[in-house]
């Protein structure tokens, strides 16, 4: 149990346009979600929080604007990379937390996105 | 000064060697330690996690936490090729829906 997935694995396009990742929690219902981003040789770094229904609560300096979340239901949290730059290019990770016997969970994390903007 | 600190290595080990993998931290606030292994290009996954102080063992991996000396430890046993990847330490003042503070993450190579 506790599999989280993400769609597109990988994507390539061009600078200026946008680009959306899905992040899902096949076999639960997560209560948060998160999406980290990974620059090669570096650690993951949070860039936002979302829990279901509400606004998601970013990092200082990710740009809200620039990365849209929504986080729909409790097993769907969406990323979107608006007007994306070749400085965006980078592997963005997502994690799902979630109850388990009115214990919170450890987050689980999904296998990642590599973006690629040209 | 960054909250975690994890020597990147890389580190070279034989098969069947002991693997010693540490973090340093600086806030005392952290409660819960984590340690992740994530292969190449893939979404780190989750070895072991630990409560303040102490040990835990799981089959051939032992966490060790040492709040006193804001330090944090991950031995693996009878190290096996397939160990070979990237060990992430990550910690949080509480568990589940809280931002987790990941170290930069140690690249191991087990050597056959």
């Known amino acids: 149990g506790a599999v989280v997935s993400q769609h597109p694995s990988w994507v390539i396009c061009k600078s200026g346009t946008s680009v959306k990742i899905e992040c899902r929690s096949l076999?639960?219902?997560?209560?948060?979600m998160f999406w980290y981003r990974q620059f090669p040789k570096q650690s993951l770094m949070l860039m936002a929080t979302?829990?279901?229904?509400?606004?998601?609560?970013?990092e200082q300096g990710v740009e809200k604007d620039k990365f849209l979340i929504n986080h729909a239901s409790l097993t769907l949290s969406t990323l979107t990379v608006t007007s994306a730059h070749p400085e965006d290019s980078s592997f963005y990770i997502c994690?799902?937390?979630?109850?388990?016997?009115?214990?919170?969970?450890?987050?689980?994390f999904g296998p990642g996105t590599r973006l690629l903007v040209l | 000064q960054k909250e975690v600190e994890q020597d990147p290595g890389p580190l070279s080990v034989p098969e069947g060697a002991i693997v010693s993998l540490n973090c340093t931290y600086s806030?005392?606030?952290?409660?819960?330690f984590m340690w992740y292994r994530q292969y190449s290009r893939k979404g780190p996954e989750l070895l072991m996690y630990?409560?303040?102080?102490g040990n835990k063992e799981d089959g051939r991996f032992t966490a060790q936490v040492d709040k006193s000396s804001k330090y944090i430890s991950l031995f693996i046993r009878d190290s096996q090729p397939s160990d070979s990847a990237t060990y992430l330490c990550?910690?949080?003042?509480?568990?589940?829906?809280?931002?987790?503070?990941f170290g930069t993450g140690t690249r191991l190579t087990i050597i056959p």
């Open positions: 994690s799902a937390s979630r109850y388990r016997d009115t214990v919170q969970e450890t987050q689980y």
């Open positions: 076999d639960f219902q997560a209560t948060t």
């Open positions: 979302s829990n279901e229904g509400s606004k998601a609560t970013y």
């Open positions: 806030n005392s606030a952290f409660q819960y």
């Open positions: 630990t409560y303040s102080s």
């Open positions: 990550a910690m949080s003042a509480n568990f589940g829906n809280e931002k987790l503070t």
